[in-house]
């Protein structure tokens, strides 16, 4: 058991050169705020693990991961690398983590670390349900013009891309909580997490362009579009914040206002904020889409039904805090129907 568990993550632990799925994650965020691409030489680099436990200290090839406990069939994995390619084998759907410290330099102060808890049965609560995942992370503020440090997330592996009128619901439940520490809290408590000056988001990041391939690549695609359950501090304003709220969709209870506007690499980013901090949700997104086809027919700042979907991510864009945080994600599962 423990050997099979050994190479399965010596296997699929791969460092992010290798994949070109999982570079698209890291330009991701790089487009998200206007950027050119970095590229780290591999999960081997100068990032600071100041989070729980040691910094990852992988050369390049095999084991990015540090901190393996097994039991019961249950692994928990921790990777401290700037990026870093996590796939986890799954007998549903798949998916790509990644620590993703893109905006990470020799003169940052702190660092990140991801915890990935995977089954050794590779069966999930359900077929569209990720592995559990947790950040530990603190940074210093970084300079105005490159405030973020990393956008940790999970991708989809499969699926897409997808003709956007082929899609005929996104089914998307998920639970997190923000917490001050190195432990996974219970319940977000927004006081505290002030208190210690967080400047983050929780986000959905997605990307759309006319065509298949490029809707794909993160820094070219014409669209991106944000689903954000949460916004802490000032420092992470939407693009288009000042502009205002353009209008807003209620799904299952939840009311998402969207902002819309272009960034420095021109393409159109449209945001949906939740009004309120959701650390629970479950419902269909898809609405949040069509809802830009009505606004695509009087400006080409909105993607149009014809258009693809070629990227979807899930994480927390995160700036800085003066203390150790820990963005814990107990419970997700995208579910995206083909008409
Ligand atoms: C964050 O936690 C790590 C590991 O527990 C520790 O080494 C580091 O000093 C902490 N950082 C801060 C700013 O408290
Ligand atoms: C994990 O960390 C320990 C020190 O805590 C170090 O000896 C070991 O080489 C690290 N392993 C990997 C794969 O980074
Ligand atoms: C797979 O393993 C997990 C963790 O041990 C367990 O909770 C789950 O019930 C198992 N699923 C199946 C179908 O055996
Ligand atoms: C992450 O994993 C490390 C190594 O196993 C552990 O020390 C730490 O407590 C874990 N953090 C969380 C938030 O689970
Ligand atoms: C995305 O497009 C840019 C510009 O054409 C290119 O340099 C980059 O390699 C592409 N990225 C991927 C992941 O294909
Ligand atoms: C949501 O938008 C509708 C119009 O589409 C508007 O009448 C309503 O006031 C808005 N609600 C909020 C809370 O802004
Ligand atoms: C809507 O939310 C409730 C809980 O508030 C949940 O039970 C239900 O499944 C959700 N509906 C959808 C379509 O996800
Ligand atoms: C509980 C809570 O904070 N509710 C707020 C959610 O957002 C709406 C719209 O901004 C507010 O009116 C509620 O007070």
Redesign the pocket.
Known sequence: MALSLLVNAVLLAIPLGGSVGTLVGIDAHLAATGQKPLFHSDGGDSSSGGGSGSSGDSTGGGNGGNGSTASNGVSNTQYCESSWGISPPSSGELFTLNPNQWGVTTSTVGGLCMNVTTFQNETYATKTTAPDWSVTWQYDPGPETQPVHAYPNIMIDDVLPLELENIDEI???LHWTYGVGTTVAATTDETTLNAESLQCNVAIDMFFDSDKTTAQNSTTADFEVMVWFARFGDSSDPIGYSEGVVTNHTV??TMFELYSGTNSNSQNVLTWIAANTTE?????IYPLITDLYTLSASSSSYPSKADYLGIFQFGTEAFSADTNVTFGVTSLSVDIKKS
């Open positions: 089914e998307f439940a299952n209870g629970e949700f479950s419902g269909d």
